[in-house]
C-alpha cells in the first residue's frame, strides 16, 4: 500500500507536466514578459507546432521532409491573403478595392484563386486543407513508386526551391519577394492592440497542447507502431500484408497540415509573410530545430524549435557570421554524437542519476524502490 | 521550334554544367549511399579557386583558366577526401544523416567564403580567346558555353574510359554492384571509396571553373545548382553514366526552353511536376543498375 502513492505520482507525472506547462504559458508568462517578447514567443510557438509534424513524419515515419518550408508557407498565404483583402476592405483611402501590389502590377480585378479567401472560414480552412491535400497528392504518388528515403528528400527540397522561385515570379499574383504584408485589420479588430496580441499567443499555446495531443496519441495508436515499423524496415511490413504507401500518405499529410496550421497563426502573429521565410534554407531550418530537440520525441522537436528561434532573435541580430558557424557545427555534432537530440540526453541523464551504481556496487537483490528519482 | 533552336547553346550550356555538378554526386550516391549537401559549396570554392588565381595570385587572364582546372580538381578533390576520411566513413548506411551532416558542413563553408571573399560577388574575366562568338542563322554561340560543352563531355569520356578501361575503376564498378562481393574478391572497399570522393568532388571544383565563364561568382553559387544536380541524379538512375548524361542535357533543354516562352518561375514548377510524372513510369530513375543485393 505505501508505493501506491509514488506509483500514481509517477503515472500522472507526465499529465501533471503537461497542465503545469500550459498554465504556465497561458497565465505566467503574458504577465512577465512585456508585449514584444511575448509576440516572438508566440512566433516561436508557431514554429513548435511544424516541428510537430516533422517529428512525426521523420522520426515516426522516417519521411525527411526537407520541405515543410512548403506547407508551412501555404498556410502562411491562405492566411495573409484573406487578411490582406480585409484589411484592403477596411482601408477608406483605397477605392480599387484591389491589394495595393495588384494596383501597381496593373490588375484591374481580383484573380479568381483570391475570391474565396475573402470569407475568414474558407481561409482558415485552405490553410489546413491545402497543405494537407498538396503532401497527400505528392506523397501518394512517390510513396506509391517506392520513392523513398533520399530520393524523396531531394524531392521535397526541389518543391522548395520551385515555390519559392514560383511566388517570386508571379509578383502580380502573390506579393513577390515582399509576400503579403501590411494587415492590420482581422474580423473587424486591430490586429496591432495588445488584446489581439495576446488572444493570438493563446490561441497558439492551445493549438500547440491540442496537436500534441493528436499527435502523441497517434503515435500510441497501433497506426504509430505501423509507421515505426515502416520506417525500421519497409518492405517487411509489405510482406506481413499492410500496405505502406496509405500509412506513410496519412502521416505525410498530417505532418503538412500541421506546418499549416503553424504557418497560418503564424502570418498575424508576426504580421508578414514572404517566400524569404519558407525557401529551401528556412526549410532545413526547421529539420534542424527537430534534430537538435530530438526528432524521436514530439515534446523534444517542439523545445527544439523554440530553443533554436530564440537562439536565432538573439545571436543573430549581434554576430551574424558566428551564429550561422554554430549553426552548421550543430547540424554536425547532433547527428554524429546525438542522434536523438536534446529529448535523448535529458533521458540518459535521467537514467544516469536514477539507476543504482551497478559499476561500483553489486545490484540489489529486487529491491527497486531504493532506485526512485533523488 | 524556334525557341528551342535559339535556346539550344544556353541549354546544352547549363546541361554541361548540370552534368559535371552531377557526375560526381552519382557516384558518391550510388556507391555509398552518400548525400554530400556540400557538394554545392565544392563548386563554389572551384570558382573561388579561379578567382584566388587571377586576382590574389596574378595569374594572366590568357591561360588562368587553364591553369584553374586541374588546380580547382586537386583543390576540392583534397577537400572532399578529408571529409570523407574524416565525417562521412562513420555514417555509411545512414544515406539521410549524411545529407544534415554535410548540410551543416556546407552552411560552414559558405560562411567562410563570405567572410574570406566578401558577401558581393566578384567576377572572374574569361581569357580573351573566349569572349567572342560566332552566329549560325539565328543562333548565337559563345565560345564560352562551346567550352563549357566540351569541358563537360570530355569529362565524361575520362570517366566512361576510367570506368570501363582502368583497373581501379573497374573496382569501382564492382563496388556499386556488390559491395559485399567486391570485398570478398579482395578489394579494397575503404580505398576505393576515398578515390571516388576524391573523383567526385574534383568534378565539383571543374564545374565551379566552368561557371566562372557564364556570371559572377558569390557564397551562394553552389546552392543555385546543388538541388537541380540532384535532379538530373534522381532523374538518370544511380551509379551510371548513360542515365546522368541524358538526364542533365534533358533537365538542362527543359529550364532553357521553358524560360524562352513562358517566364523562369514556372520553369522550376513544371520541372518538378514533370519530374514527378516521370518517377511514376521508371520510379529508379531512367537507367539501373542491375544488381542482386538486396535493398
Not at chain 1, 514554429?47 to 502562411?76: D, K, N, P, Q
Not at chain 1, 475568414?120 to 486543407?129: E, F, G, Q, Y
Not at chain 1, 505501423?226 to 500518405?249: F, M, Q
Amino acid at each position: 500500500m505505501t508505493t501506491t502513492a509514488p506509483a500514481l505520482l509517477t503515472r500522472l507525472r507526465g499529465p501533471l507536466t503537461f497542465l503545469a506547462l500550459i498554465a504556465a504559458a497561458l497565465l505566467l508568462l503574458p504577465l512577465l514578459l512585456e508585449p514584444f517578447r511575448l509576440n516572438l514567443f508566440a512566433q516561436y510557438l508557431c514554429y513548435a507546432i511544424v516541428a510537430l509534424g516533422i517529428s512525426l513524419a521523420w522520426g515516426r515515419g522516417g519521411m525527411l521532409t526537407l520541405g515543410h518550408g512548403v506547407f508551412f508557407g501555404l498556410g502562411a498565404y491562405a492566411m495573409g491573403m484573406h487578411l490582406t483583402l480585409a484589411s484592403t476592405a477596411a482601408d477608406p483611402l483605397n477605392t480599387t478595392g484591389l491589394p495595393q501590389f495588384m494596383v501597381w502590377s496593373g490588375l484591374t480585378e481580383l484573380p479568381w484563386f483570391w475570391k474565396p479567401f475573402t470569407h475568414p472560414a474558407t481561409a482558415i480552412a485552405a490553410a489546413v486543407l491545402v497543405p494537407g491535400a498538396a503532401a497527400a497528392l505528392l506523397g501518394w504518388s512517390v510513396f506509391r513508386q517506392r520513392v523513398r528515403g533520399a530520393y524523396f528528400a531531394i524531392l521535397n527540397q526541389a518543391l522548395a526551391a520551385a515555390f519559392v522561385i514560383f511566388l517570386i515570379g508571379q509578383q502580380h499574383l502573390t506579393g513577390g519577394t515582399n509576400g503579403l504584408t501590411n494587415f492590420p485589420v482581422f474580423a473587424g479588430h486591430s490586429l496591432y492592440s495588445p488584446t489581439a496580441q495576446t488572444t493570438l499567443y493563446t490561441i497558439t499555446v492551445l493549438t500547440l497542447a491540442a496537436i500534441y495531443l493528436l499527435f502523441r496519441h497517434v503515435n500510441n495508436s497501433r497506426y504509430g507502431k505501423l509507421l515505426i515499423a515502416i520506417r525500421d524496415a519497409e518492405d517487411r511490413v509489405r510482406y506481413l500484408g499492410y500496405n505502406p504507401t496509405w500509412a506513410k500518405t496519412l502521416a505525410y499529410a498530417l505532418s503538412a497540415m500541421a506546418a499549416g496550421i503553424g504557418g497560418a497563426l503564424f502570418v498575424p502573429i508576426m504580421g508578414i509573410i514572404s517566400p524569404s521565410l519558407i525557401g529551401v534554407i528556412p526549410s532545413i531550418m526547421m529539420v534542424l530545430a527537430v534534430a537538435i530537440g530530438g526528432r524521436y520525441s514530439l515534446a523534444g522537436a517542439a523545445t527544439g524549435a523554440v530553443l533554436i528561434n530564440a537562439a536565432e532573435t538573439t545571436f543573430a541580430e549581434t554576430f551574424a557570421s558566428g551564429w550561422i558557424y554554430l549553426q552548421g557545427a550543430l547540424f554536425v555534432l547532433v547527428i554524429a554524437l546525438a542522434p536523438h537530440g536534446l529529448a535523448g540526453l535529458t533521458r540518459q541523464a535521467a537514467t544516469a542519476l536514477t539507476r543504482p551504481r551497478t559499476r561500483t556496487t553489486p545490484p540489489a537483490p529486487q529491491d527497486t524502490t531504493t532506485g526512485s528519482p533523488a | 521550334m524556334d525557341a528551342l533552336i535559339t535556346q539550344l547553346p544556353v541549354g546544352l550550356a547549363i546541361g554541361a554544367v548540370l552534368l559535371l555538378a552531377a557526375l560526381g554526386l552519382n557516384f558518391t550516391f550510388g556507391q555509398m549511399g552518400v548525400i554530400n549537401m556540400a557538394h554545392g559549396e565544392f563548386i563554389m570554392i572551384g570558382a573561388y579557386t579561379a578567382y584566388v588565381l587571377h586576382a590574389w595570385i596574378g595569374v594572366n587572364p590568357a591561360y588562368s583558366l587553364i591553369v584553374a582546372l586541374p588546380v580547382a580538381f586537386a583543390v576540392t578533390g583534397t577537400l572532399g577526401w578529408l571529409l570523407e576520411l574524416g565525417l562521412i566513413r562513420h555514417f555509411y548506411g545512414r544515406p539521410l544523416d549524411t545529407l544534415l551532416l554535410t548540410f551543416g558542413i556546407g552552411m560552414i563553408l559558405q560562411q567562410a567564403a563570405r567572410d574570406t571573399f566578401g558577401a558581393p560577388n566578384v567576377d572572374v574575366p574569361a581569357p580573351p580567346w573566349l569572349t567572342e562568338g560566332i552566329t549560325l542563322g539565328d543562333i548565337r554561340i559563345h565560345y564560352a558555353r562551346l567550352f563549357i560543352l566540351t569541358l563537360a563531355l570530355t569529362a565524361v569520356a575520362a570517366i566512361a574510359y576510367y570506368l570501363n578501361r582502368s583497373r581501379q575503376g573497374r573496382q569501382m564498378r564492382a563496388v556499386i554492384h556488390n559491395r559485399d562481393l567486391a570485398a570478398v574478391t579482395g578489394i579494397n572497399t575503404r580505398r576505393v571509396d576515398a578515390t571516388t570522393f576524391f573523383i567526385g568532388s574534383g568534378l565539383a571544383g571543374i564545374a565551379g571553373v566552368a561557371l566562372t565563364l557564364t556570371g559572377p561568382t558569390g557564397p551562394t553559387l553552389g546552392t543555385n545548382y546543388i538541388v537541380d544536380a540532384f535532379l538530373v541524379v534522381v532523374i538518370g538512375g544511380l551509379g551510371q553514366l548513360r542515365g546522368t548524361v541524358i538526364a542533365a542535357f534533358a533537365l538542362g533543354m527543359l529550364n532553357a526552353t521553358v524560360e524562352a516562352w513562358t517566364d523562369a518561375s514556372l520553369a522550376k514548377l513544371i520541372a518538378f511536376t514533370a519530374i514527378v510524372a516521370l518517377l511514376q513510369a521508371r520510379p529508379q530513375g531512367l537507367f539501373t543498375v542491375k544488381t542482386r543485393a538486396l535493398t
